[in-house]
T-cell receptor, first 114, second 111 residues
Framework: EAGVAQSPRYKIIEKRQSVAFWCNPI?????LYWYQQILGQGPKLLIQ????????DSQLPKDRFSAERLKGVDSTLKIQPAKLEDSAVYLC????????????FGEGSWLTVV | AQSVTQLDSHVSVSEGTPVLLRCNYS??????LFWYVQHPNKGLQLLLK??????LVKGINGFEAEFKKSETSFHLTKPSAHMSDAAEYFC?????????FGTGTRLTIIP
């Protein structure tokens, strides 16, 4: 079974530039998550989708971050404009459903903002 | 509200000796609890999960954890550490809606 796919794996941008990350969840998984993991910390949920609807985006900095999941499959996370403090690993994860479902993580997209 | 506390930010053990990573949780509901492992430059991998069945949960790579409701703990153990166990470990609590991660415990294995 293929896992959660993410791209690009690594990205370096200057502050105020924009960046987009792509995620392809495990086939059939209705729930998709984006987490931000800053070095030395645990992952923090940015946004959670159930199919193509948003379940929780309470910790998403909406002035600069946006995410979409068209057709309820793939998802993109965009940052515009980037700040130095956005340097982190962006983890995409998916699960069959949001209730007690095991969550499977991709390998992450590493962002460095200089 | 739910929370999880990993009591040690860093644990060092010698190869072949037991591993104990400690985790306490707080939850308003009967929680699901997970341990995830993250090797350097890798994503998070599920080690094991507790979902109100047997209180002693066996996971991959020889790890296991025991759910103790009276102590609100879910400590991770392994009888004999291997060099490949060196990684960051996260304890996670889940209610019906969201996951909450601990801050992680870095496990170092001494040859």
């Amino acid at each position: 079974e293929a896992g959660v796919a993410q791209s690009p794996r690594y990205k370096i941008i200057e502050k105020r530039q924009s960046v987009a990350f792509w995620c392809n969840p495990i086939s059939g998984h209705a729930t998709l998550y984006w987490y931000q993991q800053i070095l030395g910390q645990g992952p923090k949920l940015l946004i959670q989708f159930q199919n193509n609807g948003v379940v929780d985006d309470s910790q998403l900095p909406k002035d600069r971050f946006s995410a979409e999941r068209l057709k309820g499959v793939d998802s993109t996370l965009k940052i515009q404009p980037a700040k130095l403090e956005d340097s982190a690993v962006y983890l995409c994860a998916s699960s069959l459903d949001q209730i007690l479902g095991t969550i499977y993580f991709g390998e992450g997209s590493w962002l460095t903002v200089v | 509200a739910q929370s999880v506390t990993q009591l040690d930010s860093h644990v060092s053990v010698s190869e072949g000796t037991p591993v104990l990573l400690r985790c306490n949780y707080s939850s308003s509901y009967s929680p699901s609890l997970f341990w995830y492992v993250q090797h350097p430059n890798k994503g998070l991998q599920l080690l094991l999960k507790y979902t109100s069945a047997a209180t002693l949960v066996k996971g991959i790579n020889g790890f296991e954890a025991e759910f103790k409701k009276s102590e609100t703990s879910f400590h991770l153990t392994k009888p004999s550490a291997h060099m490949s166990d060196a990684a960051e470990y996260f304890c996670v609590v889940s209610d019906w809606e969201k996951l909450t991660f601990g801050t992680g415990t870095r496990l170092t294995i001494i040859p």
